[in-house]
């Protein structure tokens, strides 16, 4: 597919991009409130609203959605304090409004939108099983043609996302996503801090070993590196500190 696709790129009209966050949700494996994680709206919304997009936000139910406490930079832990452009979101009453009250995904009209972008966090991994909505949203992007995208943990939609054919859309195709030494990182700190016994995980399973067992060609680039790659019209991005460079995908496939 090449980047003059006219279904991808269309400059006399302004670009329009759906992302969607994930509703919050308890973790069964944990036992912890999950949600979305802030960069990986943030950062996005930043990026492509300054090369003049039009981006609205969605989740599956609609709503109120919660970000992952250590995603927030105020959160006591200091894991994202540095992350400025969330906090300038958060601190913008108009920005941080956008996810109070959440449009549903069934109210997207694709042919009004030109991409979608699914963002992570660890609520994905137990809510997105049941979003079918989602599911059938996504792969309506993808056989429009249209710039369909996940991120981080995000990545999950694409366990369950088939095509009109009963294929799962990522059976073949290059993509990213967490990594496993990403979720060893992160299930080492939280044995650390005795926040879980070890031996307990965090997820309930990995994004790459899913992808590759449903047939796609999983690739990572080390740990907690930014990283995108586009295969098609599918792009996804590897996790958190990825955020921005997927959006610069999403832009230069959209002509931007």
Request: proline share 5%.
């Amino acid at each position: 597919m090449s980047l003059q696709d006219p279904n991808l790129s269309n400059p006399k009209q302004k670009k329009r991009v759906a992302i969607i966050l994930s509703n919050p949700t308890v973790s069964p494996t944990t036992g912890w409130p999950v949600g979305f994680w802030w960069s990986e709206l943030t950062h996005p919304y930043y990026v492509l609203t300054e090369k003049g997009f039009e981006v609205e936000i969605f989740s599956p139910k609609g709503g109120k959605c919660e970000a992952d406490a250590m995603s927030d930079p105020r959160d006591p832990s200091g894991y994202s304090a540095s992350d400025l452009i969330s906090m300038g979101f958060i601190a913008t009453p108009r920005l941080a409004a956008l996810v109070e009250s959440t449009k549903k995904v069934t109210e997207i009209d694709v042919a009004k939108f030109d991409a979608i972008l699914v963002a992570g966090g660890q609520s994905p991994m137990f809510f997105f099983e049941g979003a079918t909505n989602l599911h059938k949203k996504f792969v309506e992007f993808y056989e429009a043609g249209k710039v369909t995208c996940a991120l981080c943990h995000g990545v999950a939609i694409l366990r369950y996302a088939r095509l009109s054919n009963g294929e799962l859309l990522a059976k073949g195709k290059t993509v990213t996503g967490f990594a496993n030494v990403e979720e060893d990182f992160a299930d080492n700190a939280v044995w650390d801090m005795n926040l879980l016994p070890r031996g307990k995980h965090v997820m309930p399973w990995r994004i790459e070993d899913e992808m590759r067992r449903i047939g796609a060609n999983y690739i990572q680039v080390g740990l907690w590196r930014s990283f995108a790659i586009r295969d098609g019209n599918l792009i996804t991005g590897q996790q958190n500190f990825s955020g921005a460079q997927t959006a610069e995908l999403v832009a230069a496939t959209l002509g931007a």
